[in-house]
């Protein structure tokens, strides 16, 4: 049985296709968005490592990432965004998003300084 990096491949691929990262699926989200979403780590991680990726692009909602990872509660994704010194980090409005997503950033911050 072959050995087969599906990481590797994914980074490979990714840093030679930035013109579709940035792109839109749909018109409303870009992959990072979507990775986001779902709580995917390790493409949140291969993602990142993409020179030139908009890591602030929201969709026509205006959510962004690090938002999107916040209302979903994925930790480790958020920690990752605020990690990255790319990402302009914009507190959710607990009057537009509630208490729970404005506590769930907050500790996430608390935790990455």
Not at 9 to 35: C, M, W
Not at 54 to 64: E, M, P, Q, S, Y
């Amino acid at each position: 049985m072959n050995s087969y990096d599906t990481n590797s491949t994914i980074s490979h691929s990714l840093k030679h296709y930035i013109d579709i990262i940035n792109n839109t699926i749909q018109g409303e989200r870009t992959p990072l968005f979507v990775a986001c979403l779902q709580g995917h780590v390790d493409v949140v991680k291969e993602l990142l490592g993409v020179p030139n990726i908009d890591v602030n692009k929201a969709d026509v909602n205006d959510v962004t990432p690090l938002l999107i990872a916040c209302l979903g509660s994925h930790s480790e994704v958020i920690e990752l965004l605020l990690n990255d010194e790319r990402i302009i980090p914009q507190s959710p409005s607990p009057e537009q998003w509630g208490e729970d997503i404005s506590l769930v950033f907050e500790n996430a911050k608390k935790s990455v300084q």
